[in-house]
């Protein structure tokens, strides 16, 4: 079965300073990977996502992540974090081959981001 | 405006006594899903259905049951609840497995 670990369960920055937030994933085999942010009191909303192609995805608001398949990993980067990105971030996958039903989440990571 | 509802947001309840969560989606979404999140376990996938009639256990499905009568709607229902079902719960739904999946607000529960 699919499992998703996220390193870090909380990530403290000062603003305007760069982050990586971490995801690794459990299968060598094709998946399907997301980003999903939640905002204090709030539900999850996508960010962004790998499916297929340039391994380097973008979301609107500056986030990247880069889906590397030899390590199995599908870290989240900001170069220059603000204050509204303070929120708890979720890494999870979904394998094409499976279940259809199935999206696995990682623990998540709540980010800090501090004046 | 396309979105996923869940009633009620706030519920205390006791041991016991039975319950059901609601959900609705407005976007004609092939599937859907519960979870349940807990602090420092992240979301765990309670139960998912890939269409009318069809459900499917996720990870911790022991206590509860869902139905899928309509293709809109997918409730959550607690027979006997208990103290260990306290949580945060989140209806999802998704049109096809590589798409993104929509979040309802929640629904904080808790049996006392």
């Known amino acids: 079965a699919q499992s998703v670990t996220q390193l870090d369960s909380q990530v403290p920055v000062f603003e305007e300073a760069p982050v990586e937030l971490r995801c690794n994933y459990s299968s060598s085999v094709s998946v399907y990977l997301f980003w999903y942010v939640q905002y204090p009191n709030q539900g999850l909303q996508l960010l962004l996502k790998?499916?297929?192609?340039?391994?380097l995805v973008e979301s609107i608001n500056g986030f990247e992540a880069e889906f590397n398949k030899s390590q199995t990993s599908f870290h989240l980067r900001k170069p220059s974090v603000h204050i509204s990105d303070t929120a708890e971030y979720f890494c999870?996958?979904?394998?094409?081959?499976?279940?259809?039903?199935?999206?696995?989440f990682g623990k998540g990571t709540k980010l800090s981001v501090k004046p | 405006e396309a979105q996923v509802t869940q009633n009620p947001r706030y519920l205390i309840t006791v041991t016991g006594k039975k319950l059901t969560v609601t959900c609705s989606q407005n976007?004609?979404?092939?599937?859907m899903s519960w979870y349940r999140q807990d602090p420092g376990l992240g979301l765990r996938q309670i139960y998912y259905s890939m269409n009318v009639e069809v459900t499917d256990k996720g990870d911790v499905p022991e206590g509860y049951k869902v139905s899928r009568k309509e293709k809109r709607n997918f409730p959550l229902i607690l027979e006997s609840p208990s103290p260990n079902q306290t949580s945060l719960y989140f209806c999802?739904?998704?049109?096809?497995?590589?798409?993104?999946?929509?979040f309802g607000p929640g629904t904080r529960l808790t049996v006392l």
């Open positions: 999870a996958v979904s394998d094409p081959g499976g279940s259809q039903g199935n999206l696995i």
């Open positions: 790998y499916l297929s192609g340039s391994t």
């Open positions: 999802a739904s998704r049109y096809q497995q590589a798409d993104t999946q929509y």
């Open positions: 976007m004609n979404h092939e599937y």
